[in-house]
């Protein structure tokens, strides 16, 4: 069973800028579309970013020059760069891994999940 272990996630002041990580263990890394996707309270999950097995990136447009993915497949670990953190980005982080989602963004097309990091973003 794939197991996605997500960290880095804290409280920052608006403006400052965190890095989480998500560990991918039982899989085939390189062969995987990783994402990463957010959910706030009484919100909907939405997709934040994904990189692809060739490293291309999607972003949501509410990151898009905030935010950036990155993957290491010798360590089976995909990055989240998030600068420029504002108090809307305040949300659990999910890792998400599909080796073949229909849309990189819709929470529906990944089979595999983490248990999610809390980044909370004050004013």
């Known amino acids: 069973q794939v197991q996605l272990v997500e960290s880095g996630g804290a409280s920052v002041q608006a403006g400052g800028s965190l890095s989480l990580s998500c560990a991918a263990s039982r899989l085939t890394f390189a062969r995987y579309l990783m994402a990463w996707f957010r959910q706030a309270p009484g919100k909907e999950r939405e997709g934040v970013a994904a990189i692809d097995s060739n490293g291309s990136p999607n972003y949501a447009e509410s990151v898009k020059g905030r935010f950036t993915i990155s993957r290491d497949n010798a360590k089976s670990t995909v990055y989240l760069q998030m600068n420029s953190l504002q108090p809307e980005d305040t949300a659990m982080y999910y890792c998400?891994?599909?080796?073949?989602?229909?849309?990189?963004?819709?929470?529906?097309?990944?089979?595999?999940w983490g248990q999610g990091t809390q980044v909370t973003v004050s004013s």
């Open positions: 998400a891994a599909d080796d073949n989602p229909v849309r990189w963004n819709r929470a529906v097309d990944f089979r595999n």
